[in-house]
């Protein structure tokens, strides 16, 4: 990663968002189609490719339908499927970015120990994994599947295609996480979304979540490269057992755009279809966006603060090294003499 400072740098670049759905459940599968697009969007001179939220191995759509511990096998196969870090997951992935020479951002199930985690992992066109970001609060039933992130994993990239930075799914609606990205003065940011739901009169129908897609733009003054998933026949049919179910598991569904700072989609998908969209986007407009618009700067008021703590929050800290207690069974006989 190189050393660019925004104040003297606005380049002009062009992004990839990626509407797509996952081989459901088969990491392996994913990562391979992943990769496919990766080099896809870069034959397309891409400079920056945007996946959706959970797309390896895919999103938990059975939380949504039945009660906690009727997904329990689903949940198995999961865990099964997700995806630690350093692995060969990883490095396939990593792999992908160098050959193509892009930035790639690609939202996981990332398991650490034991527990899974939502998590948006960065590469560079080197293939170094720069960063993660780890939803910092789950919406709703998530909750059974992924614990939270926390502000140490917020990060920003300065780079020579500009800072860019990434929330997750509903993260874009919360004032507080908004604010944060604000304040580290993203230019390009990284919307990473599931699909919407067909009910219109849902919170999470295209219409509602388009308007919080732009509206993100609007506020931190960036351009936002939005990515989704759309449902599948073969994910209704592998999730789903009464006729409400699959009312709700209808294909399609995607909202994949890029969004400029005005809130102006200069590109999408269409809602039911599998695709790219791009756009080349120049930084300069965040310029006099930013004129209007600097929510952590100079349209901020000094008696209404955020404080942010970016420490790490392990549940369990280790210090020293434990001693070893264990005896082989000749250990055990000791010494008679």
Request: hydrophobic share 40%; glycine share 8%; charged share 20%.
């Amino acid at each position: 990663m190189n050393d660019f400072s925004p104040t003297d740098y606005f380049p002009t670049v062009k992004v990839a968002a990626v509407q797509t759905a996952p081989v459901f459940l088969d990491r392996d599968a994913t990562v391979e189609k992943v990769c496919g697009i990766v080099k896809e969007a870069a034959s397309n001179g891409a400079k920056l490719v945007a996946f959706p939220e959970a797309l390896i191995p895919g999103y938990p759509w059975w939380i949504w339908l039945d009660e906690p511990s009727a997904g329990m096998a689903h949940y198995i196969r999961l865990v099964k499927n997700s995806v630690t870090i350093p692995s060969m997951t990883t490095r396939r992935l990593a792999e992908a970015a160098k050959e193509n020479q892009v930035y790639v951002c690609v939202s996981v199930t990332e398991k650490e120990v034991a527990s899974l985690y939502l998590t948006q992992l960065w590469f560079d066109p080197q293939g170094n994994l720069i960063g993660k970001h780890r939803k910092l609060r789950l919406s709703g039933a998530e909750r059974y599947i992924w614990g939270e992130g926390d502000a140490s994993m917020m990060p920003v990239f300065d780079t020579e295609i500009g800072r860019l930075g990434g929330l997750e799914c509903w993260e874009h609606l919360v004032p507080g996480f908004t604010m944060v990205m604000a304040q580290k003065n993203e230019q390009i940011h990284v919307q990473s979304w599931p699909s919407a739901f067909p009910m219109e009169e849902h919170l999470f129908s295209n219409g509602t979540l388009e308007i919080g897609e732009r509206a993100y733009s609007i506020v931190n003054q960036c351009y936002s490269v939005v990515s989704s998933q759309v449902m599948t026949e073969a994910m209704r049919e592998y999730l789903c057992t009464t006729d409400k179910q699959r009312a709700i598991m209808e294909p399609g569904y995607g909202m994949t755009m890029i969004v400029d700072p005005l809130g102006r989609i200069m590109a999408r998908v269409p809602r039911d279809e599998e695709g790219i969209c791009y756009a080349t986007l120049d930084l300069n407009a965040v310029i006099g966006g930013k004129f209007l618009s600097d929510p952590a700067g100079h349209e901020s008021n000094q008696s209404i603060r955020l404080i942010v703590d970016e420490s790490s929050h392990a549940p369990v800290t280790v210090i020293g090294k434990s001693p070893n207690h264990s005896l082989t069974f000749e250990d055990l006989l000791g010494d008679e003499n």
